[in-house]
Nanobody, 121 residues
Framework: QVQLVESGGGSVQAGGSLRLSCAAS????????MGWFRQAPGKEREFVAA????????YYANFVKGRFTISRDNAKNTVYLQMNSLKPEDTAVYYC??????????????WGQGTQVTVSS
């Protein structure tokens, strides 16, 4: 079982920035890719960003490219999501995700409790 604990959410005005953190309990954290998803009210959960095991490769949804940056610190078992130029449509609960198996193609199977991000215009 993997525990994921997000932090760093909050309220910000449009154009502002937030940095989300996700601490993982997994001992072999560096063996697994990690990801961020989000869910807005009345909408399905959607992919935001992912990062490979070493951090050398990152993936982003089109709607955050150039604004969000995913990174990780394997020594701290932590993954981050730096969000800049925030827009009201970025308002959502943001979830950290971890796969159930090693490999950069493994499906995400574990989820954090989520952290609320609210962007006002």
């Amino acid at each position: 079982q993997v525990q994921l604990v997000e932090s760093g959410g909050g309220s910000v005005q449009a154009g502002g920035s937030l940095r989300l953190s996700c601490a993982a309990s997994r001992r072999t954290f560096s063996s697994y890719r990690m990801g961020w998803f989000r869910q807005a009210p009345g909408k399905e959960r959607e992919f935001v960003a992912a990062i490979s095991r070493t951090g050398s490769t990152t993936y982003y949804a089109n709607f955050v490219k150039g604004r969000f940056t995913i990174s990780r610190d394997n020594a701290k078992n932590t993954v981050y999501l730096q969000m800049n130029s925030l827009k009201p449509e970025d308002t959502a609960v943001y979830y950290c995700a971890a796969p159930g198996a090693v490999g950069d193609s493994a499906e995400f199977a574990y989820w954090g409790q989520g952290t609320q991000v609210t962007v006002s215009s």
